[in-house]
């Protein structure tokens, strides 16, 4: 079993609308918890960290479920230049963090 | 530019040859981690310096892969005997010392490797 899932997607959605998907991790002991954002052919860059009372940044709103060991990620009023893989990532311990394959969001005009 | 720097950023190479990977990473930042990335797949680690010192190394990193921080500033990445197998985008990312919780790594803009 991978240590983290996602959902691929992709997931189509209109400027405007909201979108949201989740990851589910495998290692209960897991610390902490980050969405970073992919665009294509380039670098990861972190998005935003996880805490376990959930929290926005913007539009952005994160939520960590300990108990069921998922992780949710809800964009509200989508842009054009949301589009971009997301990934969900667990840090086990101190220096390994362990990625998800990617969700993959297009937010069309 | 004072980000995490790789070169090359795109390699080609025969298979059975070998080829080396440089990373730069950001000026004070103590931890220096190297992942791969395949088409479709999330980063994945291989491994990862404190200052000089290689402290793990992940179980995909074979025999073939070689990993160095010398001076603990930049570090390479050596894969010998190039299998195309070996084809990935190579990222580096580093870390500033732990403190408290944050622990954001800052990533490189990758190495693409293709081996034919």
């Known amino acids: 079993r991978k240590e983290v899932e996602q959902d691929p997607g992709p997931f189509n959605v209109p400027e405007g609308a909201t979108v949201a998907f989740n990851c589910t991790y495998s290692?209960?002991?897991?610390?902490?918890f980050f969405w970073y954002r992919q665009d294509c052919r380039k670098e990861p860059k972190l998005l935003m960290s996880v805490y376990s009372s959930g929290n926005e940044d913007g539009r952005f709103t994160a939520q960590l479920n300990r108990a069921s060991q998922y992780i949710s990620l809800l964009i509200r009023d989508s842009k054009l230049s949301d589009s971009a893989t997301y990934l969900c990532v667990v840090n086990l311990n101190d220096y390994k963090l362990s990625f998800g394959a990617g969700t993959t969001v297009t937010v069309r005009a | 530019d004072t980000g995490v720097s790789q070169d090359p950023r795109h390699k080609i190479t025969k298979r059975g040859q070998n080829v080396t990977f440089r990373c730069d990473p950001i000026?004070?930042?103590?931890?220096l981690y190297w992942y791969r990335q395949t088409l479709g797949q999330g980063p994945e680690f291989l491994t990862y310096f404190q200052n000089e010192a290689q402290l793990e190394k992940s179980r995909l990193l074979s025999d073939r892969f070689s990993a160095e921080r010398p001076k603990g500033s930049f570090s390479t990445l050596e894969i010998q005997r190039t299998e195309q197998g070996d084809s990935a985008m190579y990222l580096c990312?580093?870390?500033?010392?732990?403190?408290?919780?944050?622990?954001?790594?800052?990533f490189g803009p990758g190495t693409r490797l293709t081996v034919l």
């Open positions: 990312a580093s870390r500033q010392p732990l403190a408290g919780t944050y622990n954001e790594q800052f």
């Open positions: 290692n209960s002991a897991s610390q902490s």
């Open positions: 000026s004070e930042h103590n931890r």
